[in-house]
């Protein structure tokens, strides 16, 4: 069925570099999409998000990256903190009026000081 | 400002026992509702969403109702627990069905 994966599922970084967290999306109809990061115990919070008509935006820090050709959607982070560790997860917005967000199964993001 | 509250926290109950978590939402009107199930080390399965008072759509054939008795308020139920119903309990709430969704802090339930 449809669906979103991420292609890694733990990231290490050194504290201060570039993280880039990757996602495949299998929807084409797909036509918003979202990242979250999780901290341990806590809901998902909400990072950034994209619309189809759009292949790039930028927020503090964070730039989401959406390529509709190959299905694919990125997250980059610049100058990774360690208050960055976390679970990423992207999701897709479909069904009808949107209301269905269809998740990744996540990546885990560890930063090393 | 929006806020959107859970409880409890965490919830020990037995195998065969009623269930009823709460979510409620301030600050705004007439909000899509939602709940979802995350297993360990997984994804946020939709188990509900709500866009209107007494009106729920149900994404998976489950052991779990909800309701929606008032604008704001979403209530998670099940009359008899089964193990397989372990897990973190998110609802999330939007102003609209393609806008951000604003997760709760959750619950987190076992099943003994």
């Known amino acids: 069925g449809e669906s979103v994966g991420l292609h890694l599922p733990t990231l290490s970084v050194q504290e201060g570099d570039n993280s880039i967290i990757n996602c495949a999306y299998s929807n084409s109809a797909s036509d918003y999409f979202i990242w979250y990061k999780q901290e341990s115990g806590k809901g998902p919070q909400f990072i950034i998000d994209?619309?189809?008509?759009?292949d790039k935006r930028q927020g503090q820090r964070v730039t989401v990256l959406l390529n509709k050709t190959v299905k694919h959607l990125s997250l980059q982070i610049a100058a990774t903190q360690p208050g960055d560790s976390a679970v990423y997860f992207c999701?897709?917005?479909?069904?009808?009026?949107?209301?269905?967000?269809?998740f990744g199964a996540g990546t885990i993001l560890r930063v090393k000081s | 400002s929006q806020t959107i509250h859970q409880w409890p926290a965490t919830l020990v109950q037995p195998v065969g026992s009623p269930l009823s978590l709460e979510c409620t939402v301030e600050?705004?009107?007439?909000?899509?509702l939602y709940w979802y199930r995350q297993a360990a080390g997984r994804g946020l399965q939709l188990l509900f969403y709500?866009?209107?008072?007494?009106?729920i759509s149900s994404e998976v054939p489950q052991n779990l109702s909800a309701s929606r008795p008032q604008d704001r308020q979403f209530i998670l139920s099940s009359k008899k627990l089964l193990l397989s119903d372990s897990g973190f309990y998110l609802c999330?709430?939007?102003?609209?069905?393609?806008?951000?969704?604003?997760f709760g802090d959750g619950t987190r339930l076992s099943i003994l």
């Open positions: 999330a709430w939007s102003t609209q069905g393609d806008q951000p969704q604003h």
């Open positions: 709500s866009v209107g008072i007494g009106q």
């Open positions: 994209i619309r189809s008509n759009m």
């Open positions: 600050g705004t009107s007439n909000p899509n």
């Open positions: 999701a897709e917005n479909w069904g009808e009026y949107g209301n269905k967000l269809v």
